[in-house]
């Protein structure tokens, strides 16, 4: 036993490491065992017995080879087909190992590559001159790097004092034929062929606070003279910011977007195209005893007339108030009760005109905004203080006087005295006794025609001259909805 169990595994380390000598081997042992067995007898059967099965008992690898198990690991040793997963690793590793070399050499050469192209210098004429910078650099790395001068603008106030001189943007650029200020220039990246110029850099001015107001229109007065007073414009807010600079403290105004004034345009009416024509106006009515006399006395000549009546008395006679206008002729207002306007406050003020020019819509379906002023008083300050509710004052340039009653004969020579074409004639229907108007106003008619004049509206004789608007031709212009009215005189 004990040479079988010292022989036992170099005899089977020696068969695994030469096959061809372990089919001798097997050979050998098939006759020799029975003389094994002989010489073993001598010293006990069983125990011979039990030896010389000891190999199968341990058993065979499939090829019959004997071996001689231990629970020691036989350094070298492998398995015959498949080899230690230790075997495995190790070659699969030195398999990947030239791969990954190369990888890594085709990153290196590719990135190299990479940085070569993107970083080529290309040609850009800059103020005429050629230079090589780099594709892609901005325009302020190509001037840097080029040693360019520049004019850099500077640091300023809210009010452009200078804080820093050159501390503003280094410079401004044309690109071809886009020009470039601020950042926008700087960061401007450059590519093959681009022609540049560089310009002054603009001023930066001094981080500040900002706070915008609306600007009202102001009231300006136009035109000089003439009866006929209108909204030319009825003006615009402007937007103002006001800036107040951090390091100076300084306070500077901006204007955002103009301010429009408010303009009153006067104007005497100039008739086109060699028309004659006048306009004969009517005041104080509708009276119940004398304004439809008027009219039967327009009807007979054909003639049209305005009629500027008190709103107090269209309420009282709204029948006549609607046979004005039925008749062809124009109404307007007087305003309510004939107080003088200059005298009244911005309260009553409104209220005489919103009150009259209802009554007159009410009673006859007009809108009008057109009125005379009482005793022809109406200034820039009554404009101002009315907010916008009248669009045109009417006064005239004939005044008949037949206010005094100073007869037939006077009426009708203060009517056609200087009389031209454009001319506006003052006569009364209301406010006392009328029988001289009455018996004068056939013959003011018969002389005007007989001279060639047509006799018009104020609406007509406006429509005529093509200096004054559309919109106010049409007798009821109105303040347009979001429009500020002024609140303060302007200069004319």
């Given at each position: 036993m004990a040479q079988t169990g010292s022989h036992g595994p170099q005899r089977a380390e020696h068969v695994r490491q030469n096959p061809a000598q372990g089919e001798d081997a097997r050979k050998g042992a098939r006759s020799a065992r029975p003389q094994a067995a002989r010489h073993a007898s001598g010293r006990g059967g069983s125990s011979r017995t039990a030896e010389t099965r000891q190999p199968e008992a341990h058993g065979t690898n499939r090829n019959n080879v004997y071996y001689i198990?231990?629970?020691?690991?036989v350094e070298g040793t492998t398995d015959a087909r498949h080899g230690s997963a230790e075997s495995r690793s190790d070659k699969a590793a030195s398999s990947k190992a030239p791969a990954f070399l190369a990888l890594a050499l085709i990153l290196v050469l590719?990135?190299?590559?990479?940085?070569?192209w993107t970083n080529r210098p290309v040609s850009v004429t800059i103020n005429d001159k050629s230079f090589n910078v780099r594709i892609g650099s901005t325009l302020a790395e190509a001037v840097r790097d080029q040693s360019i001068h520049t004019k850099p603008g500077n640091y300023v106030s809210?009010?452009?004092?200078?804080?820093?001189?050159?501390?503003?943007?280094?410079f401004g650029a044309t690109v071809g034929?886009?020009?470039?200020?601020?950042?926008?220039?700087q960061e401007y990246r450059v590519k093959a062929n681009d022609k540049i110029t560089l310009t002054a850099g603009k001023d930066v001015m001094e981080p500040h606070t900002k706070k915008v107001e609306a600007e009202a229109p102001k009231l300006v007065m136009k035109g000089g003279y003439g009866p006929i007073a209108y909204v030319r414009d009825w003006g615009t807010p402007g937007r103002v910011e006001?800036?107040?600079?951090?390091?100076?403290?300084?306070?500077?105004?901006?204007?955002?977007?103009k301010t429009v004034d408010t303009e009153i345009y006067l104007r005497t009416p100039i008739p086109e195209g060699d028309k004659k024509l006048v306009a004969l106006t009517f005041d104080d009515g509708p009276s119940d005893k004398y304004t439809q006399q008027y009219l039967d006395i327009l009807k007979k000549y054909n003639a049209k007339a305005t009629f500027f009546c008190l709103g107090k008395n269209v309420q009282e006679f709204p029948k006549l108030a609607k046979a004005i206008v039925d008749q062809g002729c124009q109404i307007a207002s007087h305003t309510q009760s004939h107080k003088q306007l200059t005298k009244l406050g911005a309260d009553e003020l409104k209220t005489e005109f919103n009150t009259a020019?209802?009554?007159?819509?009410?009673?006859?379906?007009?809108d009008t905004t057109v009125f005379r002023p009482p005793y022809g008083a109406f200034t820039e300050r009554t404009w101002l203080a009315a907010g916008?509710?009248?669009?045109?004052?009417?006064?005239?340039?004939?005044?008949?006087?037949?206010?005094?009653?100073?007869?037939?004969?006077?009426?009708v020579r203060n009517s056609l005295a200087s009389v031209r074409s454009g001319s506006i004639i003052l006569m009364h229907d209301g406010g006392g006794n009328r029988d001289q108007d009455v018996e004068a106003l056939p013959k003011i008619i018969e002389s005007l025609q007989g001279a060639g004049y047509t006799l018009v509206t104020i609406d007509e004789l406006m429509a005529s001259d093509s200096t004054i608007p559309k919109s106010i031709q049409s007798g009821n212009a109105k303040m347009p909805k979001g429009v500020t009215w002024p609140t303060e005189l302007g200069d004319a």
């Open positions: 198990p231990t629970t020691s690991k590719g990135g190299g590559a990479w940085h070569l809210v009010k452009g004092d200078v804080l820093k001189a050159g501390g503003g943007d280094p034929k886009k020009t470039l200020t601020g950042k926008t220039a006001h800036l107040t600079g951090k390091k100076s403290k300084q306070v500077a105004d901006v204007v955002k977007s020019f209802k009554a007159i819509s009410d009673a006859t379906g007009v916008g509710i009248p669009s045109v004052s009417v006064t005239w340039t004939q005044d008949s006087r037949d206010w005094a009653r100073p007869g037939v004969d006077a009426i």
